[in-house]
């Protein structure tokens, strides 16, 4: 993921509400939204290249999200994949323990009823989040970049309405507002800068957003997890929506 927003326990309906966008290479393969065929029942993407995933669920009550961490160089081949990471999370199969043999990265995971911030720059940190709204790009957790106050404000805003769908927090995914020339640089997510002004869709022929998923768990452990899918120009490419049933974590707060 490129750009996220979580909402963790932060509302009396909803226990969780996850938004984010996943940006990369277009050349890079990955199968589309899907129940896996392992033991743990993992929901999620795949990454074709590398056999990891960048977001998804299990009905056991886990919630892993990642992004690449900007500011470290470019990515080292030899280092495990970050996917590998987050597979291994929502299959409660990894500690966290020895984050360093990953290239840069922040993830968000939850399981059960407790929240935590990871990442390995610039040093191992796995941090207790509690109950709220958290934004994730490719710097540091909440850090201000506007795509990320952006998508936060959208989430907020969704929070506070009712009956409003999916729509709204599809609409501040697909923001693809231009800077001032016109343009939209390529910036893949390990690259050390990135325009302060991105938008939270990146439209470019040779990287961009892949897709954009919307999460939700209400109180009563009614999970739908929803992954659009574009193509090289932004087009959409498919759609995908999926049930699912989450452990309730009681009343709220």
């Known amino acids: 993921m490129c750009v996220a927003a979580v909402a963790w326990n932060a509302h009396p309906d909803w226990q969780l509400v996850a938004i984010g966008n996943r940006d990369e290479f277009h050349q890079r393969p990955a199968a589309p939204l899907a129940r896996w065929d392992d033991p743990e029942g993992v929901i999620a993407g795949r990454d074709l290249q590398s056999g990891g995933t960048w977001l998804g669920v299990t009905e056991a009550g886990r919630f892993v999200l990642v992004t690449n961490l900007r500011g470290y160089g470019a990515p080292d081949p030899s280092r495990r994949s970050r ?8 299959a409660g199969k990894h500690d966290g ?3 360093q043999q990953y290239n840069p990265f922040n993830i968000i995971e ?3 009823s407790q929240a935590r911030f990871l990442t390995n720059r610039p040093e191992d940190t796995a941090a207790n989040l509690p109950h709220g ?3 994730l790009s490719n710097g540091r957790l909440d850090e201000p970049w506007a795509k990320t106050l952006q998508s936060k404000g ?4 969704w929070l506070g309405e009712e009956d409003s769908g999916f729509a709204p927090l599809f609409d501040v995914l697909a923001d693809d507002s231009l800077d001032a020339f016109g343009t939209q640089p390529i910036t893949p997510s390990d690259v ?15 990287y961009g957003t892949r897709c954009s998923t919307v999460v939700t768990v209400d109180r009563e452990g009614i999970g739908r997890i929803v992954e659009r899918r574009f193509d090289a120009s932004g087009r959409p490419t498919g759609e995908t929506e999926i049930g699912f049933g989450w452990p309730r974590i009681g009343a709220w707060p």
């Open 97 to 99: 323990d020895d984050l």
């Open 133 to 135: 709204i958290y934004g």
């Open 83 to 90: 996917g590998e990471l987050v597979t291994g999370l929502l």
């Open 110 to 112: 939850i399981s059960g």
């Open 192 to 206: 050390a800068i990135e325009p302060s002004e991105t938008p939270p869709f990146i439209r470019h022929s040779l």
């Open 154 to 157: 959208a989430m907020l805003d």
